[in-house]
């Protein structure tokens, strides 16, 4: 702000015409952060509850942590974990980084899934909702937000997957370092994706698969933020899941940090700790 004088009641300066009473900014101070949470002074964008968020279920049963990165400006990703009875529901989708505002396509798909989930509807028909609840804010083809999407339940030692895109499921069994991908990328060979949530998508198929794991360990569901720093990983076998999705979460960081990180845990046979 410029610092001019200003009458009581008024809403703008009258000088350099910045609204009064703006939020602070985080990077330079002035009190000149837009609606759409940008700095008018220096540009920079505010920080928002979606920059790192942890989930962590009732008894530490299950923990998800979501986080943007140290490249990009904003957290495309968005992270669903609920306990439904005896069940636990997990959906994570990724804003396809190339479409109009992504995080509001990851973050309504992701509501809507995991509604439709926890209120017991198969995997094939919350896929479809949540696809319907993405298109919806589009205003045409060439102004479509898209997003991923994976989800997951489990419960009595089995897990029943659908997904479509890149974001992925491993299966982390107890005492070994090692991971099993659960699922196949909808990818071509240089890396664009072929499946997604939006108003553009065509013929996309949801992928559905259950297993029921012989022996103790964790499902671990996330983004491209993790999976792209897997090759080698040796994946912690010690520590409660909100603990063990940290220790993920800093790999990722370690390692680059080029987009956005989601992680979601979910035991199954044992309680980790």
């Known amino acids: 702000m410029c610092e001019a004088s ?8 009258e000088a350099c015409g910045h609204l009064l009473g703006a939020p602070a900014c985080a990077s330079c101070g002035a009190q000149a952060v837009d609606a759409e949470g940008y700095c008018e002074r220096c540009g920079a964008r505010q920080p928002t509850g979606r920059d790192h968020a942890e989930t962590v279920l009732d008894g530490g049963a299950a923990a998800a942590v979501t986080d943007k990165g140290l490249r990009r400006s904003r957290n495309e990703d968005a992270v669903a974990l609920l306990a439904s009875g ?13 479409s109009p505002r992504a995080d509001e396509a990851s973050a309504v798909a992701v509501e809507t899934a995991s509604a439709a989930l926890v209120r017991g509807l198969p995997h094939e028909e919350a896929f479809d909702l949540a696809g319907r609840a993405v298109a919806k804010l589009a205003t045409s083809v060439h102004d479509a937000p898209a997003s991923t999407y994976i989800a997951a339940v489990v419960e009595g030692g089995r897990i029943t997957l659908g997904w479509a895109g890149d974001t992925r499921a491993y299966w982390l069994p107890d005492r070994d370092n090692r991971g099993v991908l659960l699922t196949e990328d909808d990818a071509v060979e240089t890396g664009e994706i072929t499946a997604w949530l939006g108003a553009d998508a065509v013929d996309v198929a949801l992928h559905v698969r259950t297993l029921a794991p012989q022996e103790p360990g964790l499902l671990l569901v996330c983004s491209d933020g993790l999976w792209r720093y897997l090759d080698g990983y040796a994946f912690p076998t010690t520590g409660t899941p ?20 989601t992680i979601a845990l979910i035991p199954l046979g044992v309680t980790h700790g």
């Open 242 to 261: 909100i603990e063990m999705a940290r220790e993920m979460l800093r790999h990722a960081l370690d390692s680059g940090g080029q987009d956005n990180v």
């Open 86 to 98: 005896a069940a636990i529901v997990t959906v994570v989708c990724d804003g396809v980084g190339s």
């Open 6 to 13: 200003v009458l009581e009641g008024e809403a703008y300066c």
